[in-house]
């Protein structure tokens, strides 16, 4: 499919949905994805990125950055605590806030460093107990602590369950964002990333669609 069919569709959805394409920021999910893929696209001028693993990233993302000006890097995987100062140091963006002791290690190293990476809170929305993020009737209590320790938290983010309706999930997403004065939607990936722009999504988060199937080691 590639980069510029998938940046296509997003103009065409959020220009059907009445919605400024540039309100909608594509995230191309480059983990587990040969280093030559990934320049390819970085090449193609792209220069919003997703990794799932502290490691992994931090692996290739400091070559890629001093390479190619204008990175910006999103973590959408789990963060283990004790991996929070360096994702701190390497993402621009922490998509997967979803407990108080992490809220806490990053609160304590952004007073420490003096910078913090924006931040999204994960939410579980379909309450799958093997999936990360905190559950839907926990999220505003978890906004409230996260506040109190003096994070911003600039948006939510959601991996809906693989067999439910993903417009339920965005939607629920979208009214716990409302209600919270929270702006950003991290929704939507390569097979539901325009019924996510439908529901408000600012960001969606495509991998596969734009690199090509994974080639995961055995």
């Not at 360096?86 to 407990?99: P, S």
């Amino acid at each position: 499919m590639g980069l510029a069919e998938i940046k296509q569709r997003i103009v065409d959805e959020a220009t059907r949905c009445g919605r400024n394409p540039q309100d909608v920021c594509l995230i191309a999910v480059s983990k587990v994805q040969p280093d030559d893929r990934v320049v390819a696209v970085l090449e193609q001028g792209h220069r919003v990125f997703g990794e799932n693993k502290v490691q992994e990233a931090a692996g290739k993302w400091p070559g890629f950055k001093e390479r190619f000006a204008g990175v910006e890097l999103h973590l959408i995987g789990p963060l283990q605590t004790n991996k929070a100062r360096q994702a701190m140091e390497l993402f621009d963006v922490i998509q997967t806030l979803d407990r108080l002791k992490l809220a806490k290690t990053i609160a304590r190293l952004a007073e420490e460093t003096g910078a913090c990476p924006r931040l999204y809170i994960q939410v579980n929305t379909g309450a799958e107990p093997q999936k990360a993020g905190v559950l839907p009737e926990e999220a505003d209590a978890f906004i409230k602590e996260c506040r109190d320790l003096g994070l911003s938290i600039e948006g939510l983010m959601c991996i809906p369950p693989a067999d439910e309706e993903p417009s339920l999930n965005f939607a629920l997403l979208a009214k716990i964002a409302k209600r919270n004065g929270i702006k950003g939607l991290s929704m939507g990936m390569s097979g539901d990333f325009e019924t996510a722009i439908a529901q408000g999504a600012t960001h969606v988060r495509v991998g596969s669609a734009i690199f090509g199937e994974r080639a995961y080691e055995v």
